[in-house]
């Protein structure tokens, strides 16, 4: 389905609510919503929205990870291995 197929007026909202629902989560495919001709909200499943909120925190973590390694406070790879060899042998 193409994107147009899924832009609805809010008073075709308001008149079926139930049918954009089903919809939703029979394709996942999120709906906008337009008042007065500009989008003005984005319905979609939760599954989906979850699925967006955790690559999101996932790209922000990344980011974090790169910050650090780009002001050089990651370790080498042969520094971590000599860490995890040195905790085997600890235990």
């Given at each position: 389905m193409q994107a147009r197929e899924h832009i609805r007026s809010i008073s075709y909202l308001k008149g079926h609510a139930a049918q954009i629902s089903e919809e939703v989560a029979a394709t996942g495919a999120p709906?906008?919503?337009?008042?007065?001709?500009?989008?003005a909200m984005v319905i979609e499943g939760v599954q989906q929205y979850q699925e967006k909120e955790?690559?999101?925190?996932?790209?922000?973590?990344?980011?974090?990870?790169e910050k650090d390694r780009q002001a050089g406070l990651g370790l080498s790879v042969e520094e971590s291995r000599a860490q995890l060899v040195q905790r085997r042998q600890q235990r």
């Open positions: 709906f906008i919503i337009t008042q007065n001709g500009e989008a955790d690559l999101i925190a996932l790209l922000k973590l990344l980011a974090l990870g």
